[in-house]
């Protein structure tokens, strides 16, 4: 069994930046990916990005290239999102989501994970 807890959501104004981060205990394994999806009201839930736990690579939708990065800790377990130039499109709810031995073809196909967590909110607003 896998936890994932995420915090670090709230409030930014349109050009900010926030921190998300993803806290993972329970079994783990090299072949994990971890991801970052999210859902915002009345659409379907949307990948973001993903990274392989051992390394690299790192995989990230056209929508937030450039602005938004996905790093790990393996010490820590914790997985990162650093969103920076947010616009209001970004407001969502963000989660996170662990599977595994996916191939990185699969790596944006919420259907292919395993575990996730209860999300957290991201709001961008003036």
């Known amino acids: 069994q896998v936890q994932l807890v995420e915090s670090g959501g709230g409030l930014v104004q349109p050009g900010g930046s926030l921190r998300l981060s993803c806290e993972g205990s329970g079994r783990t394994s090299n072949n994990y990916v971890m991801s970052w999806f999210r859902q915002a009201p009345g659409k379907e839930r949307e990948f973001v990005a993903a990274i392989r736990w051992s390394c690299g690579p790192t995989v990230y939708a056209d929508s937030v290239k450039g602005r938004f990065t996905i790093s790990r800790d393996t010490a820590k377990k914790t997985m990162y999102l650093q969103m920076n130039t947010l616009t209001p499109e970004d407001t969502a709810v963000y989660y996170c989501?662990?599977?595994?031995?996916?191939?990185?073809?699969?790596?944006?196909?919420?259907?292919?994970?395993?575990?996730w967590g209860r999300g957290t909110q991201v709001t961008v607003s003036s």
């Open positions: 989501a662990s599977g595994f031995g996916l191939i990185v073809s699969s790596w944006s196909t919420s259907r292919y994970y395993d575990y």
